[in-house]
Nanobody
Framework: QLQASGGGLVQAGGSLRLSCAASGRTFSSLVMGWFRQAPGKEREFVAAISWSGTSTLYATSVKGRFTISRDNAKNTVYLRMNSLNSEDTAVYYC???????????????WGQGTQVTVSS
């Protein structure tokens, strides 16, 4: 089970850190990812991190602004978001997969989502 938190309302240019707490003993063996879905748009890949944390993937739109990290001792993955703009407004979901990928279809477990709203 995945529980995302940390969303909220922030001004453009601001920062937020999302957290995703996972239950279960297999967390450290799973790839973790963040996806987002804006109103009227399809869910899109944001970032992913390998089970060890040594490899990361980012969508072009967030590269250099967002940082994904994980703490396997706490069963938690984070998404640090800097320089936010209105296009980052969306519901953000954390997800888990057994394969290191940005492919939405490969993620088997999903959290409930947390809303991020960026005001201009």
């Amino acid at each position: 089970q995945l529980q995302a938190s940390g969303g909220g309302l922030v001004q453009a240019g601001g920062s937020l850190r999302l957290s995703c707490a996972a239950s279960g003993r297999t967390f450290s063996s799973l790839v973790m990812g963040w996806f987002r879905q804006a109103p009227g748009k399809e869910r899109e890949f944001v970032a992913a991190i390998s089970w060890s944390g040594t490899s990361t993937l980012y969508a072009t739109s967030v590269k250099g602004r967002f940082t994904i990290s994980r703490d396997n001792a706490k069963n938690t993955v984070y998404l640090r978001m800097n320089s936010l703009n209105s296009e980052d407004t969306a519901v953000y979901y954390c997800a888990a997969a057994s394969k290191y990928t940005s492919d939405y279809d490969k993620y088997n477990y999903w959290g409930q989502g947390t809303q991020v709203t960026v005001s201009s």
